[in-house]
T-cell receptor
Framework: EAGVTQFPSHSVIEKGQTVTLRCDPISGHDNLYWYRRVMGKEIKFLLHFVKESKQDESGMPNNRFLAERTGGTYSTLKVQPAELEDSGVYFC????????????FGSGTQLSVL | GENVEQHPSTLSVQEGDSAVIKCTYSDSASNYFPWYKQELGKRPQLIIDIRSNVGEKKDQRIAVTLNKTAKHFSLHITETQPEDSAVYFCAASKSHAGNMLTFGGGTRLMVKP
């Protein structure tokens, strides 16, 4: 079974540029989550999709971040324009069930904003 | 909201010794506590979890204990091996909040051969 895949694995951009991260969840997993770890601190929740609908986006830091999951399959997270403090590792995770089910994480996208 | 504190941030042990990582949480409504292990360059993987109706859970060399009154839970690794070296994250969630996990800051465990 293929795991959660994320692209790219690394991205280096300049402040003010736009970056789009992609996540392909495990096939059949309706629940998709975005998390990020900034500056070696704790992993923080960003948002949760159930199929194509945003179930909870309370963790999105500001309106420079836009997440989509058209068709309920893969998801994208766009940062526009990127700021220095957006640097970190962005993780995607998916689960079969809605609550307190085993979360399968992707390997993350290391984003560096210079 | 929930706040999870994790200690220590780094832990170095000799192979064969035990390692203990402790976490505290603030929201008494939290009832699910998973632990994730992230090896260098790899994805975080669930290694063990515990629900609030259980005080202790064991899986081979790994055990987790939960004290609901004190709002803390701990990961215990016995007979540590070099392959246990990784960053370990504790987390907490509430059953009505989906899989919105609140993570601790992580513990870098180094097992010296």
């Amino acid at each position: 079974e293929a795991g959660v895949t994320q692209f790219p694995s690394h991205s280096v951009i300049e402040k003010g540029q736009t970056v789009t991260l992609r996540c392909d969840p495990i096939s059949g997993h309706d629940n998709l989550y975005w998390y990020r770890r900034v500056m070696g601190k704790e992993i923080k929740f960003l948002l949760h999709f159930v199929k194509e609908s945003k179930q909870d986006e309370s963790g999105m830091p500001n309106n420079r971040f836009l997440a989509e999951r058209t068709g309920g399959t893969y998801s994208t997270l766009k940062v526009q324009p990127a700021e220095l403090e957006d640097s970190g590792v962005y993780f995607c995770a998916s689960s079969q069930g809605w609550t307190q089910e085993k979360l399968f994480f992707g390997s993350g996208t290391q984003l560096s904003v210079l | 909201g929930e706040n999870v504190e994790q200690h220590p941030s780094t832990l170095s042990v000799q192979e064969g010794d035990s390692a203990v990582i402790k976490c505290t949480y603030s929201d008494s409504a939290s009832n699910y506590f998973p632990w994730y292990k992230q090896e260098l360059g790899k994805r975080p993987q669930l290694i063990i979890d515990i629900r609030s109706n259980v005080g202790e859970k064991k899986d081979q060399r790994i055990a987790v204990t939960l004290n609901k009154t004190a709002k803390h839970f701990s990961l215990h690794i016995t007979e540590t091996q070099p392959e246990d070296s990784a960053v370990y994250f504790c987390a907490a969630s509430k059953s009505h909040a989906g899989n919105m996990l609140t993570f601790g800051g992580g513990t870098r465990l180094m097992v010296k051969p």
